[in-house]
Structure formats: C-alpha cells, structure tokens
C-alpha cells in the first residue's frame, strides 16, 4: 500500500506565530492522519490497493463518495504542507512572479484576490494558486474537491476549513488569509509545480 501520512516538510513549531504547534499537531496528527487512515482502510482488498494516492482520486472522481472524499483530502493535505515554509511569504520569487504581475496586475492585486477568494469561500474547502491553460489563476473548491481531478494544474493552497485556523484565529478567516500570504507562502514550491 502507497497510501502514507507524510511527515511535515518543517519541524512542528516552525510557522509559528502564524500557525501554532497545537493547530499542526491536531491538523497533521489528527485530521490529515484520519483522511490517510481512511483511505487505507477503504481501498484494502480492493484493486486500489496498490494504487497512488493522485490514481485513487482520480479513479473516484465521477462518482465522489466516502473514498474520493477521504483520499482527495488526503492529496489536499499533502499539497498544503508543501504550500508553506518558514520564513515564506510577501512577493513571488523566480519564474513565477513575472506571470504573477502579468496576469493579476501586480504582486499586491494577487493577494488582493486570493484574500477576497480564500475569505469568500463559503462553509469548508479550499483557496488555489493554479494554472489553466498557461494562465495563472485564482479558484476555490468545496469540502474535498481538488483542481487535480480537472484540467487546472495546482501550485499553491490554502486550506479554509475551520480546523486549519480555528485555534489561532478563532472567527477570523481573513486575518490567518493575510498571514499566509504575508509570512508563509512557499514560492519555491510553486515554481516546482508550475515547472514540472
Ligand atoms: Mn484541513
């Protein structure tokens, strides 16, 4: 079975203040571990067994039930770690900024709209930096829905469900939107995505 809990690319404490050990040891420990579980314990015996975690959830994409739900937030978790480092954060770097200001206007109008999408994300789900078509876009998805089972190719995420932010933030989506965007964005990954 290649289905696995990653471990965090950072040590647990390394996005605080913005992100506290307590939020990751529960979102990492509990709810992602839960979703890895999960999707084990559904694809075992089953010709899924020694699939990858992007098969099953392509796999399960036309009809979304309890295994495409378990595996995609599986796939999402996985991404959203990588989509943050320490020390991250504030204007693209590399290749990916030139089509940031090309296609958004500038650095500030991209945060301005990833803030208004991410916050306006209503109930569960997630904010995405993607590109569709050789243009760089803005898109959210609802509980489990991922852009991989679509033609949109994933660079950055951002997790809105109440779980990623609720124990340093409580209420306030926008503030841990802002600190995202400001301390935590990892460029370097999105430029491998956008590359590869
Ligand atoms: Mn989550």
Redesign the pocket.
Known sequence: MSVELPALPYAIEALEPHISRKTLTV?HGS??AAYVDRTRALIKGTPLESASLVEIVKAQASQPGPLFNAAA?SWN?AF?WQSMRPNGGGDATGAIAQRIVKDFGSHDAFREQFQAAAVGQFASGWAWLVLDGGTLKITTTSNAATPLTGSQKPLLTL?V?E??YYIDYQQRRPDYVKAFLAHLVNWDFANANLAG
Do not use: G, I, M, T
């Open positions: 979102h709810h992602h937030q978790h959203l997790d469900w779980h990623a």
